[in-house]
């Protein structure tokens, strides 16, 4: 079976850490790594940017093919969906010259955009997996509103799709509930982990590699450098802190997100931090089980996650989480058992929990050993042979044409609107 994995606004090889790459960048690239070493052949197909080559090999049956679309030079992602139709039309130019795809998995709403016309007009059944929802992050009310117009294209695509990737059981029920997502055809399929990299290191070692102190506690958030990643109220929970030598380490971030660090910088200055905040920028993905074997604790204060990827590469190399209980947190954080979950959007019940965990170290082996334990399930060669099975259902389903439900689809006039309307 030949895969066209889409992923258009973001390259799976792009250095994470940025305002642009995340979790999904992991996901994309390891998904389709294990789908390869299942006999799979598959391209990842995404927008390219600069002079990097048009078709490079990652792995024996896993190609990145990259599309042009608009200016060869990084672009913000709420621009892509103005040059998405010539990304569409590039991308079926491509298909149409190579051996034929059987199916089309497209990831977050930019590329669902994108695979749900290519799937009309190459005839292929379309699975879609959204990562973040507009309509969700809107309702977190972190400060930054997600546009009508992704709202109401995620409402159409996942209408359209033969199947839906959720990562969790919360999500499956928002999809439902607030887009209407026919439940017979949404899947959840919890997002994987490379448990051979990200395993429990000595602590010790970690931190004289990294040149952090032994005899102070160490908190540790991973991510972009966003509003919706509720930084704010980390640092204030951190001054609030009974033992005052913590130290924080904030790993992530590039230029684009330069505004945000000055704002993160001028509070913790503000709240006397500081000399107790190091923002490193991001890291290469190997070198996080080091930062996260060094750390105390992790700590995830997000206003909404889809699934936490952070949390669970925490947990795997063993170290505690105190998260947010929001989205796919609530199923991958056990709370009392791995780390605690917090109802509430403030600092105080962040800074009790982790004032517990740093007064107990005893406390904090026994999470870690639960948190490794507990993670178990994410392993890349069990998520991948859910994917396949989820394949098997979106090509069945296509082969009874069964068609959504709503009103006729006419991807002729959905990409004219985008146009017209400049995205």
């Not at 200055?269 to 190997?286: E, I, Q, S, Y």
């Amino acid at each position: 079976m030949r895969i066209a994995m889409v992923s258009a606004h973001t390259s799976p090889l792009a250095p994470l850490g940025g305002r642009e790459t995340g979790g999904m960048n992991v996901y994309v690239l390891e998904l389709s790594r294990e789908l390869a070493s299942l006999g799979y052949e598959v391209d990842i197909f995404t927008r390219r940017d600069g002079l990097l080559p048009a078709v490079e090999p990652i792995a024996p049956r896993l190609r990145l093919v990259r599309i042009d679309a608009g200016p060869p030079a990084p672009i913000e992602k709420e621009a892509i969906i103005g040059h998405l139709p010539e990304f569409v039309r590039n991308l079926h130019a491509f298909a149409c010259d190579a051996p034929g795809y059987d199916l089309i998995h497209s990831h977050y709403w930019q590329s669902g955009w994108a695979g749900t016309i290519l799937a009309r007009r190459l005839r292929l059944p379309h699975v879609v997996m959204f990562h973040t929802l507009g309509e969700v992050k809107n309702r977190a009310r972190f400060g930054e509103a997600e546009p009508t117009l992704r709202i109401r294209h995620e409402r159409t695509i996942a209408r359209r799709a033969d199947a839906i990737v959720t990562a969790s059981g919360h999500e499956r029920q928002l999809l439902e509930r607030y887009y209407g997502a026919d439940p017979a055809r949404m899947h959840t399929v919890p997002c994987g982990i490379d448990l051979d990299l990200f395993q429990p290191l000595p602590r010790e070692t970690c931190r004289a590699s990294l040149g952090l102190p032994l005899d102070r506690p160490v908190l540790l958030w991973v991510g972009r450098l966003e509003k919706l990643k509720g930084l704010e109220i980390l640092l204030d929970a951190v001054a609030g802190l009974e033992r005052r030598d913590a130290l924080l380490l904030i790993l992530g971030g590039d230029d684009r997100a330069a505004p945000l660090r000055a704002e993160l910088e001028a509070q913790a200055a503000r709240l006397g931090l500081a000399d107790r905040v190091r923002f490193t920028g991001a890291v290469d993905h190997a070198e996080l089980p080091r930062y996260y074997s060094a750390a105390d604790v992790c700590v995830v204060p997000s206003f909404y996650e889809s699934f936490g990827l952070v949390a669970v590469e925490a947990m795997a190399c063993g170290t505690p989480v105190v998260a947010s209980r929001v989205g796919g947190l609530q199923s991958t954080v056990i709370d009392g058992v791995t780390g605690y979950l917090i109802p509430w959007r403030c600092p105080e019940p962040f800074t009790e929990k982790l004032d517990v965990l740093l007064a107990n170290p005893e406390l904090r082996a026994n999470f870690g050993r639960a948190a490794r334990a507990s993670v178990e399930r994410f392993r890349w060669s069990t998520v991948g042979l859910r994917i396949a099975d989820v394949y098997d259902a979106a090509l069945a389903r296509f082969a009874r044409h069964e068609p959504p439900a709503g009103r006729p689809f006419a991807p002729e006039a959905w990409e004219a609107a985008v146009i017209a309307s400049g995205g």
